[in-house]
């Protein structure tokens, strides 16, 4: 049941005193319809003894616990004087415009909450509220006042409750985690999902159901994508029959193992071997760290996109696939993607493995990460990665340094020369902010796309906002229409698709922006919102005639 789903409506509030002598009150139903009132008890101090149905229950200082309906309780002091709070209250479930009375919140009964008093004391007030003893009942704003309290306290027990729930996830997902690192060790081992679920601590659905969760797979075809990993290394660098090759990885039936590497590779493992066996190989760290094996003269490479595409062919490197769904006519060098395979929108390793890869190079971290390194060694680029360490990262995993050091000597300067050139058309410094404009979305852009280029090269400024969102390293945002005067800078950029181009300037509120920056709001097809080099290049050529042009 749902906590939030829940409205309670308080019966009665008191406070009471218990010393040694003299216990409290036993409960007794004044009324046939008390039937459904739970109780709260709050225990303002120490050294509380409460019996429930006669089981001792002790409390400690801002304990507080659930009596159900028709439960008796007594309660006893060993300290002296005690103090305690109560609450009498319904419960119901909101469903639509109805309430339904429920026995009782989701909540354990006649089990303490240990709070800390600290808290407790904070929620219910004043201290009058606890020290006094109502003879009386509560007005209708005393009521109004301890209702809010009531559920303040609910809450706070709830979410003791989920703390509970959160940590045994945790423990559930290390102890998950913790079997994962054990078939990675132990792959060649006889295996099975009942020994591994022993080791979590699970049952076996359970096990599987949290494991497939956590990884994106069942357990047991985790473990074959580990051991068809072992078995291309052994493939690559031994000419030992498939028999023993099966049994080194932990398969007993060369021909399962066969058609499970062929699945997996596209490849069977006779194919695999003779295509790899005598290829040279060398050591590359990605930036997670991980040392892989690539072939030395790699061929066909698949790479995800954005963040690699434009830098692959920039050095000389054609991949035969990528993720250009999104790409396709919205990127300067389309022309250059003719002959390069779709692999979707993202790394789907699918439709990478019809492609028979040797390389796969990405930037970013795939949850499929090792399905992909059965495909192909697969390099992690760091997000963090700015354009010319991205170039030179690339560059230096096929051995381009020098065409990497070239085209970046080149750029800088073209950059030395364009910045003469518009000397007069701006003052390094200005700020500017970039604003894209997809339907009727609005976006801001941090340190990405146009706004690398702006701020990197051309030397201008991020807005005081802009500047917070590089800061919490924030790519983009999406803001409301209102918003985005908050943004502006000195000059400002307005990106939009060709179709929207020609209509954006004419928006309410882009009209108001030009507004506010007369004569320095600029207006560019979103096709220069990339960050790769050959966009970054040809935008360098392309600022002198977009600052000549008419600008609002």
Request: charged share 25%; aromatic share 10%.
């Amino acid at each position: 049941m749902n906590f939030a789903c829940l409205y309670t409506r308080l019966q009665h509030y008191d406070s009471f005193q218990v010393n040694q002598q003299t216990a409290a009150m036993n409960y007794k139903k004044r009324h046939d319809n008390e039937t459904n009132l739970c109780t709260l008890l709050i225990a303002l101090s120490h050294g509380i003894r409460l019996y429930v149905d006669k089981i001792a229950i002790d409390l400690r200082q801002g304990s507080c616990i659930l009596v159900l309906p028709g439960q008796r309780y007594t309660v006893e002091s060993s300290t002296g004087e005690a103090q305690l709070t109560r609450f009498t209250f319904e419960t119901f479930e909101v469903k639509g415009r109805a309430l339904h009375p429920v026995a009782h919140p989701p909540l354990l009964c006649g089990y303490p909450y240990r709070l800390l008093y600290s808290q407790v004391k904070q929620v219910l007030g004043n201290a009058v509220w606890t020290k006094r003893q109502f003879c009386s009942p509560l007005t209708a704003s005393e009521m109004a006042m301890m209702q809010g309290r009531l559920q303040l306290i609910l809450g706070m027990m709830a979410e003791l409750d989920q703390q509970a729930v959160d940590l045994q996830n945790e423990e559930k997902t290390k102890m998950i985690q913790h079997t994962i690192q054990y078939m990675e060790q132990h792959y060649d081992e006889d295996l099975t999902v009942e020994q591994l679920a022993n080791m979590a601590g699970m049952v076996r659905w359970q096990y599987s159901q949290q494991f497939k969760i956590l990884t994106g797979k069942k357990p047991t075809d985790y473990l074959v994508h580990v051991r068809i990993g072992q078995a291309k290394k052994l493939l690559c660098n031994s000419t030992e029959p498939l028999n023993k090759i099966a049994r080194q990885i932990g398969f007993k039936d060369e021909y399962y193992f066969s058609r499970c590497f062929h699945k997996l590779t596209g490849n069977t493992p006779r194919e695999y071997a003779n295509s790899h066996l005598h290829a040279q190989q060398r050591s590359v760290i990605d930036s997670m760290g991980r040392r892989l094996l690539v072939p030395q003269d790699a061929t066909r490479i698949v790479t995800d996109g954005k963040h690699t595409l434009g830098e692959l062919l920039v050095l000389g490197i054609s991949p035969i696939g990528a993720a250009i769904s999104i790409m396709k006519e919205n990127v300067i060098y389309h022309n250059k993607l003719r002959n390069i395979q779709s692999i979707g929108y993202w790394a789907d390793p699918d439709k990478i493995a019809q492609l028979q890869p040797e390389f796969i190079l990405l930037s970013y971290y795939p949850k499929d990460l090792q399905e992909l390194n059965a495909l192909a060694p697969t390099v992690v680029l760091d997000k963090k990665f700015r354009l010319f360490e991205r170039l030179r990262y690339i560059a230096k995993l096929f051995e381009r340094s020098k065409a990497a050091e070239k085209w970046i000597t080149t750029y800088e300067d073209k950059v030395r020369m364009v910045r003469r050139q518009l000397a007069d058309a701006y003052v390094t410094g200005e700020t500017a902010t970039v604003y894209l404009k997809l339907g009727e979305k609005l976006y801001i852009m941090g340190m990405n796309g146009l706004a690398s280029s702006l701020y990197e090269s051309l030397g201008f400024r991020p807005s005081e906002k802009v500047m917070h969102l590089i800061e919490q390293e924030e790519a983009w945002i999406e803001i409301q229409h209102s918003q985005i005067s908050h943004y502006a800078g000195d000059r400002n950029f307005v990106l939009a698709s060709r179709k929207e181009l020609h209509t954006v300037s004419h928006c309410p509120y882009i009209s108001a922006l030009a507004e506010l920056s007369p004569g320095k709001t600029h207006f560019l097809d979103a096709i220069w919102n990339y960050d790769d080099p050959i966009t970054r290049g040809r935008l360098l050529e392309e600022l002198p005639y977009i600052f000549k042009k008419k600008i609002v």
